[in-house]
């Protein structure tokens, strides 16, 4: 008979156990599988039951006072199908949620006698746990449901719940998924599990965007239903290499379940174009429009902030959608002229008030791989004025042959020197002779900092004469005259006339010395 002294943690307590492992003497409940169990406090949960994954807290080791592991958090496990020791999956089957309690495990349902770290084993594991909750992994597939549906090649479907709804290609679906591979042993072990947005995936269907076999699947679905999945290798992973922890040449089985479905085009109707510009549509949801603040875009530039989308259509309708703001969470900012817009939009966003549902739409000249539109849809439409910087004339100094004003001043010891590689944000525009400004460039439209070594980049000699001299952090407004820029005859083509003066609101993000 010998003493064995363990913690266990239960919420913030910590409580001794003495463990006797004389049968006759000690506290334990001992079962035909060799496991034995002393309930500390007993739960009023369900009992835990195999393919649910169980969240639970644990401590374990070896007699005397060892400690080989525990969890400093929640812990999931997938009871019965061998995620671990062979004795967790026994001894966790004779308990319930909630309980807390101690379990001795015979070495030849742990270790079996291997080495572990500077522990040799052979003798019995002591599990501390806590039994928190249970949620089911896989559906259940009765034995009266065991007819398929096929799908497609190598694709067979169970049906578990009927649907009602049937959808669509080109329409946006929420559905959740989990999928798994059986091991030789007859094991399941999951790879994915999660609702569509969840994971990230961004699935229209019929578009070729998502694992064909899948999308063939989901086609087949109606909204509602619940479905058993099964794709044979050869219309699922065909290769030699393994891949999200699957092997080669896998049968995968899939639990889907789809809830809804989303038409992305049936918001307007070309019917309500306000433009009558020829292959261009300006479509205003005119029962929204009565209801905001008529706020028109004035002629200087404006930021707009909104959720949607960018897409392409076919001759019947069809679209695939290329960014959608509703999948990645972030929304959409971009200034009205940009020049990574179409000609159109940038027409199209003069007709726009404050709050619109809009969708702008251009056609393909020539069509595009088949698609014969393109277009984005904007939810609400918020517009602000360009962050320019703020202008004082008075604290204008010279530097070479430009004028500049400090912003933002700051004390790094890293100035910027013609050789050196720089990263910085930019604004290029100029004033129009009624005052408004006009953009001609700007790092704002790529959504990230513009690095370059200033020595041997063709900018301006006017902008490379400003930069210098600007430390790491700061921000400079350089005014920069026509001689130092585009000449007598400007830059037609960025939109910039003849004689003009130009002016570059610059940051310095970081400064790269050039190393001889």
Not at 27 to 56: S, V, W
Not at 320 to 336: E, M
Request: charged fraction near 20%.
């Amino acid at each position: 008979m010998f003493v064995i002294q363990n913690t266990i943690l239960t919420g913030v307590m910590i409580m001794v156990v003495q463990i006797e492992l004389a049968q006759s003497l000690s506290p334990y409940t001992f079962f035909k599988d060799g496991i034995g169990i002393n309930l500390i406090t007993q739960g009023n949960g369900e009992r835990c039951k195999p393919a649910h994954e169980l969240t639970l807290r644990y401590s374990m080791g070896f007699h005397p006072d060892t400690l080989l592991d525990q969890s400093n958090s929640n812990f999931t496990f997938i009871l019965g199908e061998r995620e671990g020791l062979k004795g967790w999956d026994l001894a966790l089957q004779h308990l319930h949620i909630g309980d807390s309690a101690v379990c001795i495990i015979p070495d030849s349902l742990a270790y079996r006698g291997q080495k572990i770290g500077r522990y040799q084993t052979q003798r019995p594991l002591i599990l501390n746990v806590k039994i928190i909750g249970q949620r089911p992994v896989y559906f259940d597939i009765p034995k009266h449901n065991r007819d398929s549906i096929r799908v497609g090649a190598g694709i067979k479907k169970i049906i578990l719940k009927p649907g009602k709804n049937t959808v669509q290609a080109y329409h946006y679906v929420d559905f959740t998924i989990t999928g798994y591979i059986k091991t030789t042993e007859g094991y399941r072990r999951r790879f994915i599990q999660g609702s569509n947005t969840q994971l990230g995936l961004n699935v229209q269907l019929g578009t070729k965007n998502f694992i064909e076999a899948l999308d063939k699947t989901l086609l087949s679905m109606k909204t509602g239903e619940k479905a058993h999945v099964i794709i044979e290798p050869y219309a699922g992973l065909q290769n030699d290499k393994k891949q999200a922890g699957i092997p080669p040449n896998s049968r995968l089985f899939f639990d889907i379940e789809l809830h809804s479905t989303i038409n992305p085009f049936k918001h307007l109707a070309l019917k309500d174009t306000i433009t009558k510009i020829p292959g261009f549509y300006c479509v205003v949801n005119g029962e929204k429009r009565k209801n905001i603040l008529r706020q028109v875009l004035p002629e200087d530039e404006q930021i707009i902030s909104t959720q949607g989308y960018y897409f392409k259509l076919d001759s019947n309708g069809n679209g695939i959608i290329t960014s959608n703001s509703y999948i990645t969470g972030r929304p959409f900012i971009f200034r009205t002229r940009s020049s990574l817009f179409h000609a159109a939009f940038i027409n199209g966003f003069k007709h726009l008030q404050f709050g619109d549902e809009v969708l702008l739409i251009y056609d393909s000249v020539p069509a595009a791989n088949g698609f014969e539109k393109q277009g984005m849809y904007l939810e609400s439409v918020r517009f602000t004025p360009f962050p320019f910087y703020k202008e004082d004339t008075l604290l204008r100094q010279k530097q070479n042959r430009v004028t500049y004003q400090d912003v933002v001043r700051t004390d790094n010891p890293l100035s910027v020197e013609a050789q050196d590689t720089i990263s910085i944000r930019f604004t290029g525009y100029y004033k129009t002779d009624n005052g408004n400004r006009r953009i001609f460039d700007s790092s704002m439209d790529l959504q990230r900092g513009f690095t370059f070594v200033l020595n041997a980049t063709s900018i301006i000699p006017g902008l490379k004469d400003g930069i210098i001299g600007m430390r790491s952090g700061s921000k400079r407004i350089i005014y920069v005259p026509y001689s130092l820029a585009y000449g007598t005859e400007g830059l037609p083509k960025r939109g910039i006339p003849p004689k003009t003066n130009l002016i570059f609101d610059v940051e310095v993000l970081h400064i790269s010395k050039h190393k001889l």
